[in-house]
């Protein structure tokens, strides 16, 4: 299973970006997609996840109503639509596959793509 994390950059309050995430060898025990934070002298955090076969989204209650997560099979990419930014949305964010939905702790995600460093100036 391989994930590649890319789209960050550096964007005023307010503004949007979008994360992608390149996956290949999803298997059973990686068929679902999530995204973590962390953020300098932070513990990597849950931002969202999603099923990969039929879609079902899951959100941290920080993100809801301001990110969307889907997916393309086609492309074999997940997307991390961030609108409404905040400088505390300011961390690496990287994503990373696991085989049960509805989990949230990364020790419960198998595989992880490198980081992409979003930053939210104020």
């Known amino acids: 299973v391989q994930l590649q994390a890319s789209g960050g950059g550096l964007v005023q309050a307010g503004g949007s970006l979008r994360l992608s995430c390149a996956v290949s060898?999803?298997?059973?025990?990686?068929?679902?997609v999530g995204w973590f934070r962390q953020a300098p002298g932070k513990e990597r955090e849950f931002v969202s996840s999603?099923?990969?076969?039929?879609?079902?989204?899951n959100y941290a209650d920080s993100v809801k109503g301001r990110f969307t997560i889907s997916r393309v099979a086609v492309l074999n990419t997940v997307f991390l639509q961030m609108n409404s930014l905040k400088p505390d949305d300011t961390a690496v964010y990287y994503c990373?596959?696991?085989?049960?939905?509805?989990?949230?702790?990364?020790?419960?995600?198998?595989?992880w793509g490198q980081g992409t460093q979003v930053t939210v100036s104020s």
């Open positions: 999603i099923r990969w076969r039929e879609g079902s989204k």
């Open positions: 060898g999803l298997t059973t025990d990686s068929n679902v």
């Open positions: 990373a596959a696991g085989p049960q939905f509805g989990y949230t702790e990364p020790y419960r995600h198998y595989y």
